[in-house]
């Protein structure tokens, strides 16, 4: 079983960063595969960013790339999602994934809630406008 516990979120200004950590535990860090999604009100859970089992390869939606990076602390077994220039259309409940089943180089791939059998409890970020 894996846990994933995340924390940071809080209210930001416009134009402010943020950094989200998750705490994993229950499974080797080097044996999971990880990602952050998000959700809005009234909103479908959107894909945030990923990163490959073991490190290296990451990607990242297409409404924070450039701005968000995505990163693990392997010693601390946690992952991070730093996020600058923040927009008030970045509020929303953040939430860290994990899967222990490789997930395919492919957004429709890392990119679907589904591929992620393990989730946190979610942090509240607000950028008010």
């Known amino acids: 079983q894996v846990q994933l516990i995340e924390s940071g979120g809080g209210s930001v200004q416009t134009g402010g960063s943020q950094r989200l950590s998750c705490a994993v535990s229950?499974?080797?860090?080097?044996?999971?595969?990880m990602g952050w999604f998000r959700q809005a009100p009234g909103k479908e859970r959107e894909f945030v960013a990923h990163?490959?089992?073991?490190?290296?390869?990451?990607a990242y939606g297409d409404s924070v790339r450039g701005r968000f990076t995505i990163s693990t602390d392997n010693d601390k077994n946690t992952i991070y999602l730093q996020m600058n220039s923040l927009k008030p259309e970045d509020t929303a409940v953040y939430y860290c994934?994990?899967?222990?089943?490789?997930?395919?180089?492919?957004?429709?791939?890392?990119?679907?809630?589904?591929?992620?059998?393990?989730w946190g409890q979610g942090t509240q970020v607000t950028v008010p406008s």
């Open positions: 990163i490959a089992r073991g490190g290296g390869r990451t």
């Open positions: 994934a994990a899967s222990t089943v490789y997930i395919l180089p492919s957004s429709s791939s890392y990119g679907r809630p589904g591929s992620y059998a393990y």
């Open positions: 229950g499974r080797p860090f080097s044996e999971l595969a």
